[in-house]
């Protein structure tokens, strides 16, 4: 009986331990799966905690319509949450977040490529929003066009036929009639033929220019001139230099990478002498400075488009580049005032250097 008592004892013991460390470990009335000690279903491997230390996934699995917005959230709110952290340190410290970031402080802000891409995204929004050609509209109404000039010249050319006529016949019944009148009415109708039949010819060209920027690769124009790549594209340009200018705002936001690129060896130069500092350093500042320029041009437009004055605009324009990157560069790469100054002197020089060998990259990626 005693035997027996200890038993049931033992027994009561070890369900009321094993109900604690469920409840400890979070597995009571879960999935096996999900608590610490459970399998990790992505790899396999038991989890030490709620989150696998192999793969970092949960061990709380989701699946229904209220766990998927919250997931939503959670994930818009996680990169808000770094945004948050992110930018009030790209605009008022940019030269620290820069250092910090390159001397392995990055979990909590957000990548600089990740901001350069979401940046350039706000940015062709705001110039899509600010000004873009609709091109299907334009063929359309050139389409339309077209049938109402042709159905115009026809009409024009029936009224001459029946002047001809009337002429014609007035004559074969009396040759002395006075025709002065009649004569007059005929050069008009004639006049209205030949320029229904200009604008007629003109017609076409203008609507292969404007499909030409969506098919232009398909050879809408096919006139071989002799000239190199960049001058075809460079006719193109001048014959429809509105179309081109938004195919060029297309590639731009596509190739807009290619800056960083062509950034860094500019600074690189202005660092060349420098050991502790080398190409990736110069990336990152490149990409932040980048990130910065273009998310202040998105704050310039939407002061814009709420109504501020051109002059504070431009006045902001060219008194924040220069001291937001003399900061920049001052705080990432520890240096004086000095040569902060001479250096963002310099940078802000070459960005005309940088632009220009863009926007031939540009020209000689679209005539690809």
């Known amino acids: 009986m005693t035997e027996t008592g200890e038993g049931i004892g033992d027994l009561l013991t070890g369900g009321i331990v094993a109900r604690e460390v469920d409840r400890l470990s979070g597995t009571a009335g879960h999935d096996p799966h999900e608590g610490a000690g459970g399998e990790c279903l992505n790899c396999g491997a038991v989890r030490a905690g709620p989150f696998c230390q192999g793969c970092g996934q949960s061990g709380h699995i989701h699946r229904n319509v209220t766990a998927l917005a919250h997931?939503?959230?959670?994930?818009?709110?996680?990169f808000e949450g770094k945004i948050w952290k992110t930018l009030p340190m790209l605009a008022f410290h940019p030269g620290d977040l820069t250092r910090r970031y390159v001397h392995g402080e990055r979990?909590?802000?957000?990548?600089?490529?990740?901001?350069?891409?979401?940046?350039?995204?706000?940015?062709?929004a705001a110039v899509n929003r600010l000004s873009s050609p609709d091109v299907a509209g334009a063929a359309q109404g050139l389409a339309k066009a077209q049938v109402q000039l042709t159905t115009e010249s026809a009409k024009a050319q029936e009224r001459l036929d029946r002047l001809e006529k009337k002429r014609i016949d007035t004559l074969a019944a009396d040759p002395n009639a006075d025709l002065?009148?009649?004569?007059?009415?005929?050069?008009d109708a004639q006049r209205e033929v030949a320029g229904l039949s200009v604008a007629a010819q003109h017609l076409p060209q203008a609507k292969a220019g404007a499909s030409g920027m969506v098919e232009d690769a398909a050879g809408i124009v096919n006139v071989d001139t002799g000239f190199s790549k960049l001058d075809r594209q460079i006719g193109h340009m001048k014959e429809n230099p509105a179309l081109y200018a938004y195919k060029l705002k297309m590639a731009s936001y596509k190739f807009s990478w290619a800056l960083i690129p062509i950034s860094v060896p500019f600074i690189w130069l202005m660092f060349f002498w420098r050991r502790d500092v080398g190409l990736y350093d110069h990336a990152i500042f490149a990409i932040h400075s980048l990130s910065f320029m273009t998310l202040f041009v998105v704050g310039l437009l939407a002061l814009y488009f709420v109504g501020v004055g051109q002059a504070w605009?431009?006045?902001?324009?060219?008194?924040?580049?220069?001291?937001?990157?003399?900061?920049?560069?001052?705080?990432?790469?520890?240096?004086?005032?000095f040569g902060a100054a001479w250096r963002t002197v310099t940078l802000l020089s070459m960005t005309g250097v940088t632009s220009l060998l863009f926007f031939l990259l540009l020209l000689w990626l679209e005539a690809e």
């Open 180 to 187: 002065g009148d009649l004569n007059q009415k005929i050069s």
């Open 313 to 337: 605009l431009w006045c902001a324009f060219l008194i924040v580049p220069p001291v937001h990157m003399y900061k920049q560069l001052k705080h990432a790469y520890q240096i004086g005032r």
């Open 71 to 78: 997931d939503i959230l959670h994930g818009v709110f996680h």
């Open 107 to 124: 979990a909590k802000f957000v990548s600089p490529m990740a901001l350069f891409l979401f940046s350039v995204f706000l940015l062709f």
